[in-house]
């Protein structure tokens, strides 16, 4: 079992529409990362979170430590959000877990 | 600021061939982590260093190996390569507390192909 689920794996939208994409993991975390992967390999990192909400234009990203759940919503979608989402939990020791990446197409 | 700058960007190596990767983090950032990603297995963490120590290594085989120079500069090494080993190798900065996690920055990447 991986220690960081992610779902969907793909999820394709209409321009406009609210789209969530989820994250479980089952380590002991200082904090879970949000991270974008364009194509060409660039990744940027979104979010880092270790409890609540922290919310960036149209991102929102939300954590609950007791279910170890995560999830990255974006409002509002547009065609250039389009990338690889990945969701990677770090322990205290910086190291870090990923999940497999949900593909986001946005259709205009 | 300068970004995390990765040097080569693209390397074409041959089986049983080494090699070397280099790094240069974010002015002012002591930790420098290594990444692999590859379409099967993703995202997998290699090794992290801080202050010119490894403080954590991820589950790789000891051909992989690493150091980081006094000025936070890291270095990746592959010996006897295999054909497996093609992937994208990504390294990452950030200024890390002890004890903690911090934003990582990520740089463009090296892509490995071994053929």
């Known amino acids: 079992k991986n220690e960081v689920e992610q779902s969907p794996q793909n999820l394709t939208a209409q321009e406009g529409e609210f789209i969530t994409i989820n994250c479980s993991y089952s380590?002991?975390?200082?904090?879970l990362h949000w991270l974008q992967q364009h194509p060409g390999g660039g990744i940027v990192s979104l979010f880092m979170?270790?409890?609540g909400k922290k919310k960036h234009g149209r991102l929102i990203a939300t954590i609950n430590i007791q279910e170890k759940h995560s999830s990255l919503h974006i409002t509002a979608s547009h065609p250039r959000d389009s990338a690889v989402y990945i969701c990677?939990?770090?322990?205290?020791?910086?190291?870090?877990?990923f999940g497999t990446g949900t593909s986001l197409t946005v259709i205009p | 600021k300068a970004g995390v700058t990765q040097t080569p960007r693209y390397l074409i190596k041959t089986r049983g061939q080494q090699v070397t990767l280099s790094c240069s983090p974010i002015?002012?950032?002591?930790?420098v982590s290594w990444y692999q990603q590859t379409p099967g297995q993703g995202l997998q963490f290699l090794f992290e260093?801080?202050?010119?120590?490894?403080?954590n290594k991820g589950n790789f085989p000891g051909r992989f190996s690493g150091r980081q120079f006094s000025n936070s500069r890291s270095e990746m090494n592959v010996s006897t390569l295999e054909l497996g080993d093609s992937a994208l190798y990504l390294c990452?900065?950030?200024?890390?507390?002890?004890?903690?996690?911090?934003?990582?920055?990520f740089g463009p990447g090296t892509r490995l192909t071994v053929l």
């Open positions: 990452a900065s950030s200024f890390t507390i002890v004890g903690g996690t911090d934003t990582q920055y």
């Open positions: 380590v002991g975390i200082s904090a």
């Open positions: 979170l270790s409890s």
């Open positions: 990677a939990a770090a322990n205290t020791g910086n190291q870090f877990y």
């Open positions: 002015s002012g950032h002591r930790s």
């Open positions: 260093y801080f202050s010119e120590t490894q403080r």
